[in-house]
Nanobody, 131 residues
Framework: QLEESGGGSVQAGASLRLSCIAT????????MAWFRQAAGKERELVAA????????????SVKGRFTMSRGTARDGATNRMYLRLDALEPEDTAVYSC??????????????????????WGQGTQVTVFS
């Protein structure tokens, strides 16, 4: 089970840090991703990270503003994942959900993108950015 936290209502230009905590299953071996879904729009992949945390993928519109990371064994946080959102824009308003892809696709841009993907999802956390 995955659970997100850290969403909120902020002014444009502000920052937020979203957290995703896994319980009941280890996520340290799987690629992880953050998706978002705005009202009336399809869910979209925002960022993804390899199991090791060494490689990341970002949607073009968030590159340079969002940073995804994983908790480390040193911090005792291998069951955690984060998304730092900086320079937020009203267009970033959406429900943000974390996901783990147990099918381990070869490309980060493919995480939880297919019917054949075996993904665990969180319930989501609302991010609202007002101008």
């Amino acid at each position: 089970q995955l659970e997100e936290s850290g969403g909120g209502s902020v002014q444009a230009g502000a920052s937020l840090r979203l957290s995703c905590i896994a319980t009941g299953r280890t996520i340290s071996r799987y690629p992880m991703a953050w998706f978002r879904q705005a009202a009336g729009k399809e869910r979209e992949l925002v960022a993804a990270i390899t199991w090791s945390g060494t490689n990341t993928y970002y949607k073009d519109s968030v590159k340079g503003r969002f940073t995804m990371s994983r908790g480390t064994a040193r911090d005792g946080a291998t069951n955690r994942m984060y998304l730092r959102l900086d320079a937020l824009e009203p267009e970033d308003t959406a429900v943000y959900s974390c996901a783990a892809d147990l099918s381990i696709p070869t490309s980060l841009s493919d995480v939880c993108q297919f019917l054949s993907s075996r993904c665990s999802w969180g319930q989501g956390t609302q991010v609202t950015v007002f101008s």
